[in-house]
């Protein structure tokens, strides 16, 4: 079955600070990764997505993210933070056989600081 | 505008209530989807519906029920038997099978039992 870790459950960047998240994958087969992130009390919005080709993909707002299949990474950077990134940030996995059924890490809420 | 709408934003409930959280999309999706999301657990998958008249449990189904009788429509009730419906419900929609597939987030609705 797939999983998804993100293993940092906070992160504090003060703003204008480059921004890693980190997230590891389990699944057996070809995976489809995604990035979401979620402001407080609202439903999540797509920053990013990989299927297959070049394996760092650009997103929205600035985010890009790599593709380390050796790894089973799929980490999310961003080179400067504004402090309207301040949000939670998922990671998740889905497969490229059957039906399409995504599994979320447990997110990273980011912290931005003046 | 395409999207999905969950109605209403807050529930209150007593316990010992069946109560309906409403879901509807104009995306022309074939799947539909329902999530619960607590605090530091990230998004828990309860049932999904790959076309209409039909669906399947998700990872923690028990004390929910659902329907998708129409293609835009998935509600989603939560019963007396769940015994602990306080969370953030959210519902999305997808392509399943395509290669671009991605899921597609309403608002949420916040579940509070009083």
């Known amino acids: 079955a797939q999983s998804v870790t993100q293993p940092d459950i906070h992160i504090t960047v003060s703003e204008g600070a480059s921004l890693e998240l980190r997230c590891n994958y389990s699944y057996g087969a070809t995976p489809y990764l995604f990035w979401y992130v979620q402001s407080p009390g609202q439903g999540l919005q797509l920053l990013l997505k990989?299927?297959?080709?070049?394996?760092l993909v650009q997103g929205i707002k600035g985010f890009e993210a790599e593709f380390k299949r050796s790894q089973s990474s799929f980490n999310l950077r961003k080179p400067s933070v504004h402090w309207s990134d301040a949000a939670e940030y998922f990671c998740?996995?889905?497969?490229?056989?059957?039906?399409?059924?995504?599994?979320f890490g447990t997110g990273t809420r980011l912290l931005v600081s003046p | 505008d395409g999207g999905i709408t969950q109605s209403p934003k807050y529930l209150f409930r007593k316990e010992g209530q069946n109560v309906t959280l409403s879901c509807e999309q104009n995306?022309?999706?074939?799947?539909m989807y329902w999530y619960r999301q607590d605090p530091g657990q990230g998004l828990r998958l309860i049932y999904y519906?790959?076309?209409?008249?039909?669906?399947q449990k998700g990872d923690i189904a028990e004390g929910y029920s659902v329907s998708r009788e129409k293609k835009e429509s998935f509600p989603l009730t939560v019963t007396s038997a769940q015994k602990n419906p306080t969370a953030f419900y959210l519902c999305?929609?997808?392509?399943?099978?395509?290669?671009?597939?991605?899921?597609?987030f309403g608002q949420g609705t916040r579940l509070t039992v009083v």
């Open positions: 990989y299927f297959s080709g070049d394996t």
């Open positions: 519906s790959q076309i209409v008249n039909d669906f």
């Open positions: 999305a929609s997808s392509i399943p099978g395509s290669m671009n597939t991605e899921a597609f």
């Open positions: 995306l022309n999706h074939d799947a």
């Open positions: 998740a996995v889905g497969g490229d056989t059957g039906f399409q059924k995504l599994v």
